[in-house]
């Protein structure tokens, strides 16, 4: 009788083995580079994304599984130029998952999820980072970078005290881009951008990740907007040919229905 172990080890197999038959014989898969995959692998990461943020459960499987070929799809190029194979990257994860989670697998104490941050970036700065930043990737969206760095700052102590304080520093924003927006200065986006990261930082602190908050925002407005369409179609009319008072209306009767 097989264990859940013996199918997790086979299935895994199967998925090294059919790579193995692809790269040899497959006109498409046999020609991938790690240039040529690395768009899809974002394009596959945002289709997980957005299978989680729909609450498309029965989809994340599927997601994972893309995912997963990816994974194994990098690996098999790297052991054909000889650089690295698939064991070397279970490996190297293994390995770092115990170095830094001392408090599961050596005699650290903690008291809680704050200081097993901050034990975690004490460690990456042991391992050779050169800066608690050092880990935020430079292509990350911006918003969701903000939110990366003020987490990666956060872990070494570098934070407000309470939410009060930080909403303090968002108003304290506000003034300073008005002030510029009113002087038609040069300094408009800087201050915007501060203002922003100020934003993004009280939602932090009050439990609110900013990329999902703003992302459900997006997707209502399109909602709206597409019911305002319809609507419009009722009437013989399309939203250009309709005043401001008209598409506030139907703005007014779609956000009835969320």
Known sequence: MKTILDERLEEFKKLLDIMDELRAKCPWDSKQTYESLRYLTIEETYELADAIIEKQYQDIPKELGDLMLHLVFYAKIGSEEGLFDITDVLRGINEKLIRRHPHIFADTKVENEEEVRQNWEVIKLKEGNKSVLGGVPNSLPALVKAYRIQEKARGVGFEWENSEQTWDKVNE?????????????????????????????YARMVGINPENALEQCNKRFIKRFRFMEEKAK??????????LDEMEKLWQEAKKGK
């Open 173 to 201: 924003e506000i003034e300073e881009f008005k002030a510029e927006v009113d002087k038609k200065s040069e300094r408009m986006e800087d201050e915007f951008g501060d203002l922003l990261f100020a934003l993004i930082n």
């Open 234 to 243: 009722t009437t013989h009319k399309t939203l250009q040919e309709m005043s």
